[in-house]
């Protein structure tokens, strides 16, 4: 579990296949900031991008870690197939802060950002979520973009799809990656943890 509140800014500097063709996945080699991974061991699951994975190895001295990441994760996910930065955020400890919301660390589809401007002081962030995660956008609800823990501002459907808008302030530009979108990016998003059951609950027959 984890909360979207990114811990950390990391770097993917290499991406190497773990096999002859596209059923295979692929090594990335992950560069985190000096001191990230002190309390890290082999086995520890680091989301990237909001996309939960497992530490395959690690070099504190230089420092850096890698993750598999299968065929199908790549194909699911945007942003981890290639050198670039990425968000970090390790797994929930029972004695922290929950200062986000509920996170899993599974990606529930890919949006494509549809505008993003200065607001004042701010910037306003629209994505386009396809057609079948709308129903779990709300405003004012909660929403993962990228691994990082947001609050809905407007949301408007159409048959395309969900449009939704967020509101970043500098603190959120300036600790993530999210700066780096501009129109046309894809995003890794995760809806709600609670609304999903609710919608199970509602949807169950019997």
């Known amino acids: 579990m984890f909360t979207g509140i990114i811990s950390g800014l990391g770097r993917i500097t290499d991406v190497q296949p773990l096999g002859p063709d596209g059923s295979h996945g692929k090594r990335l080699r992950i560069e985190p900031p000096a001191g990230y991974l002190d309390d890290v061991e082999l086995g520890d699951s680091i989301a990237l ?6 530490v395959t190895g690690f070099d504190r001295a230089t420092p850096c870690f890698t993750i598999d990441i299968s065929a199908e994760s790549l194909r699911l996910t945007a942003g981890l197939d290639q050198p670039g930065r990425v968000n970090l955020e390790k797994a929930l400890r029972a004695n922290d802060r929950l200062g986000g919301h509920l996170v899993s660390g599974h990606v529930d589809g890919l949006g494509t950002v549809t505008h993003f401007a200065p607001v004042g002081e701010s910037w306003e962030l629209r994505i386009q979520a396809p057609k079948e995660l709308g129903r779990f956008l709300a405003y004012k609800g909660s ?3 990228n691994g990082v823990s947001l609050t ?10 969900c449009e939704f808008s967020i509101n ?5 530009i300036q600790e993530t990656t999210l700066g780096d979108l501009k ?3 894809g995003v890794n998003l995760e809806i709600d943890l609670i609304a999903r ?3 199970r609950m509602l949807s169950a027959k019997g």
Do not use: K, Q
């Open 49 to 54: 991008n909001g996309a939960c994975m497992t």
């Open 143 to 145: 929403i993962t973009v």
């Open 152 to 161: 809905v501002n407007r949301v408007a459907d159409s048959d395309a799809g």
């Open 168 to 172: 970043l302030i500098p603190h959120t």
């Open 183 to 185: 129109p046309g990016s």
């Open 197 to 199: 059951y609710v919608e």
